[in-house]
């Protein structure tokens, strides 16, 4: 059995039965599942503020769960909060949906776009693709004018601003590959993918996939030199 702790790193519980219901679907029959969000720490993340803000209770929440014997976390948040801190501190697998899906994407094309909620999403997800160093095959990166609060009010007009946005990349600036940039957006992929013709990334479901094979095979992080702890 892998046991897999997903957060969502927000103080609202907004997004944990959305998140464990389309988990569950995809999930293998020998994998258990628990969704939890913070309870301290922002509403939102929405600015570098807020990821720092977040990143102690995540940091803490990640320990719990290795104490609890869980065999992987996902911080369910596509600016990966509090990653690298809580990969120092423990030793179970720790991916964030930003991270993960990025790399994904360069597997499934040369360049991809980043789909996200806000304007500041473009210089945000410029810096996120540079110090992962794919800066040359983000092709595009753009959020729609809608809040993260807002995203599920009405999925059909969330999914035609989503639209839209993917058209861009892919008809203007060569996209072949979109990664949707907030774990928010979960489900929406599959709907986009068969409208573009083109890839869409689902950040949650792919990370957590993406954790679970991960887990199944028993690797993790190293700690030989960067989460070295001593």
């Not at 899906?101 to 997800?125: N, P, R, V």
């Amino acid at each position: 059995m892998v046991r897999i702790f997903v957060l969502n790193p927000v103080s609202t519980d907004l997004w944990n039965k959305i998140t464990e219901e389309s988990l569950k679907k995809i999930a293998c029959i020998n994998t258990e599942l628990h969704v939890e969000n913070l309870e301290e720490g922002p509403r939102y993340i929405e600015s570098e503020l807020d990821v720092v803000s977040a990143a102690p209770h995540v940091v803490k929440k990640v320990v719990e769960a290795e104490e609890k014997g869980f065999d992987a976390v996902v911080i369910n948040c596509f600016d990966d909060p509090g990653l690298d801190a809580a990969r120092e501190k423990v030793s179970i697998l720790t991916l964030g949906i930003g991270e993960t899906s990025i790399i994904t994407a360069l597997q499934l094309g040369y360049k991809f776009a980043i789909i996200s909620t806000g304007e500041k999403s473009k210089a945000s997800y410029d810096l996120k693709a540079h110090k992962l160093g794919v800066k040359s095959r983000l092709a595009y990166a753009s959020g729609i004018n809608m809040r993260v609060l807002e995203l599920r009010r009405d999925d059909e007009q969330t999914k035609k601003m989503l639209l839209h946005e993917a058209m861009i990349a892919v008809e203007k600036f060569n996209a072949e590959v979109i990664v949707l940039g907030c774990g928010g957006m979960i489900g929406f992929g599959e709907w986009l993918s068969e409208r573009l013709m083109v890839p869409v990334i689902d950040p949650t479901i792919t990370t957590f996939k993406i954790a679970e094979a991960l887990s199944s095979i028993n690797l993790k992080h190293s700690k030989r030199y960067l989460y070295r702890l001593d």
